[in-house]
């Protein structure tokens, strides 16, 4: 099993990054995908939610009207689009993959997203 996130990187404020995580191993159609992200000091939050079948979505408020979450079951893939970026979305970037029956759950390691002028 595998989540491989990619796309991060060092961006100026306003900003915008395309976080993409690919998938393996796994029936990736069945499962929920979230992205998360970690700043240091910080617990890890969740970002953005998106269903198995692509058709729900869920942001929390502070990356509303300014994240996409979108995926792509034929190519197992999960994107986050990341426009306007401010210095506070400075992060790792988390994939993680939810199957609720039964309960599993799976982690990328992580890409370094960093806003700063």
């Known amino acids: 099993v595998q989540l491989v996130e990619s796309g991060g990187g060092l961006v100026q404020p306003g900003g915008s990054l395309r976080l993409s995580c690919a998938a393996s191993?796994?029936?990736?159609?069945?499962?929920?995908m979230r992205w998360y992200r970690q700043a240091p000091g910080e617990e890890r939050d969740l970002v953005a939610y998106?269903?198995?079948?692509?058709?729900?979505?869920y942001y929390t408020d502070s990356v509303k009207g300014r994240f996409t979450i979108s995926r792509d079951n034929a190519k197992n893939t999960v994107d986050l689009q990341m426009n306007s970026l401010k210095p506070e979305d400075t992060a790792v970037y988390y994939c993680h993959a939810r199957r609720t029956s039964p309960l599993i759950d799976y982690w990328g390691r992580g890409t370094q997203v960093t806003v700063s002028s």
């Open positions: 191993g796994f029936a990736f159609n069945s499962f929920a």
């Open positions: 998106i269903n198995s079948l692509g058709v729900s979505t």
